[in-house]
């Protein structure tokens, strides 16, 4: 095995470039390295001037999600060694405006989060005598899964929904909303319910399972949709068959 291997990075410069372009490094293959260290490696001692997101290094924060060899990844867990003897392409998350180089821009997801409200919400503000909502092992497991989710936006750039219809909620928002609606400790989910069950909610999904297929975090978002599907459909038969006062 070499010690080198080379990273195909797409560049992009609003104010210069009137369209993305591929720039290729040669960096040191090292067996330690993620994707991350590469572009790390290029920025302090290549090309100042490559532009990305990253934080943590350690898969917890979600912000350095891009495409490698065309799958959605998180770079900092995904490692060369993987993909000698390359070329390896690096290319921003799909589905998304770019920014700047490996840059998207998450808009429009962070303003339509606060639509599904994935808080706790209490119809009975006062606090219980014992001082705290006390809860089961059990009852946290129903929603721990949902619960992982970092909003890294893998998941939206491999949905293929998402890619043609950009009011689509989207897999981590429904997701997000299935960990509180399931949260024995919420009053929530009728209010949540107009927003989840709209045509660009559930609905919309056409159950690839990409989301779930690309998550770091094993959230499986296509799960929690279906299973919400289930629970607005068994909420529509009992408006139909139901006089309200039984419902």
Same mark, same amino acid.
């Given at each position: 095995?070499?010690?080198?291997?080379?990273?195909?990075?797409?560049?992009?410069? #609003?104010?210069?470039?009137?369209?993305?372009?591929?720039?290729?490094?040669?960096?040191?293959?090292?067996?330690?390295?993620?994707?991350?260290?590469?572009?790390?490696?290029?920025?302090?001692?290549?090309?100042?001037?490559?532009?990305?997101?990253?934080?943590?290094?350690?898969?917890?924060?979600? +912000?350095?999600?891009?495409?490698?060899?065309?799958?959605?990844?998180?770079?900092?867990?995904? $490692?060369?060694?993987?993909?000698?003897?390359? #070329?390896?392409?690096?290319?921003?998350? +799909?589905? $998304?405006?770019? /920014?700047?180089?490996?840059? /998207?821009?998450?808009? !429009? $997801?962070?303003?339509?989060? #606060?639509?599904?409200?994935?808080?706790?919400?209490?119809?009975?503000?006062?606090?219980?005598?014992?001082?705290?909502?006390?809860?089961?092992?059990?009852?946290?497991?129903?929603?721990?899964?949902?619960?992982?989710?970092?909003?890294?936006?893998?998941?939206?750039?491999?949905?293929? /929904?998402?890619?043609?219809?950009?009011?689509?909620?989207?897999?981590?928002?429904?997701?997000?909303?299935?960990?509180?609606?399931?949260?024995?400790? =919420?009053?929530?989910?009728?209010?949540?319910?107009?927003?989840?069950?709209?045509?660009?909610?559930?609905?919309?999904?056409?159950? /690839?399972?990409?989301?779930?297929?690309?998550?770091?975090?094993?959230? =499986?978002?296509?799960?929690?949709?279906?299973?919400?599907? $289930?629970?607005?459909?068994?909420?529509?038969?009992? !408006?139909?068959?139901?006089?309200?006062?039984?419902?």
């Amino acid at each position: 095995m070499t010690d080198r291997i080379t990273l195909r990075v797409t560049r992009y410069r #609003p104010e210069s470039d009137t369209e993305p372009t591929a720039q290729e490094y040669e960096i040191p293959l090292r067996k330690e390295w993620a994707v991350l260290d590469g572009l790390n490696h290029i920025k302090d001692h290549l090309d100042g001037t490559l532009s990305y997101r990253w934080s943590c290094r350690m898969g917890v924060c979600g +912000s350095c999600g891009m495409t490698v060899n065309g799958e959605p990844k998180l770079t900092c867990a995904t $490692f060369l060694e993987d993909y000698a003897p390359g #070329p390896i392409r690096v290319e921003p998350l +799909s589905n $998304f405006p770019v /920014v700047r180089d490996l840059v /998207v821009d998450i808009g !429009t $997801f962070m303003r339509t989060l #606060p639509r599904v409200k994935p808080w706790l919400i209490r119809s009975e503000q006062e606090a219980p005598a014992e001082g705290e909502y006390r809860q089961l092992p059990a009852e946290r497991e129903e929603y721990a899964q949902f619960s992982m989710c970092i909003n890294c936006m893998l998941c939206y750039a491999a949905c293929p /929904v998402y890619g043609l219809d950009q009011e689509f909620l989207g897999p981590a928002a429904i997701a997000l909303a299935q960990r509180y609606n399931l949260d024995s400790r =919420d009053q929530g989910a009728s209010e949540r319910m107009d927003v989840l069950s709209d045509a660009e909610g559930i609905w919309a999904c056409t159950f /690839v399972g990409e989301c779930s297929a690309v998550c770091p975090k094993d959230v =499986d978002p296509a799960g929690a949709i279906q299973r919400y599907k $289930f629970t607005a459909a068994m909420e529509s038969l009992k !408006t139909f068959l139901l006089p309200r006062g039984a419902r």
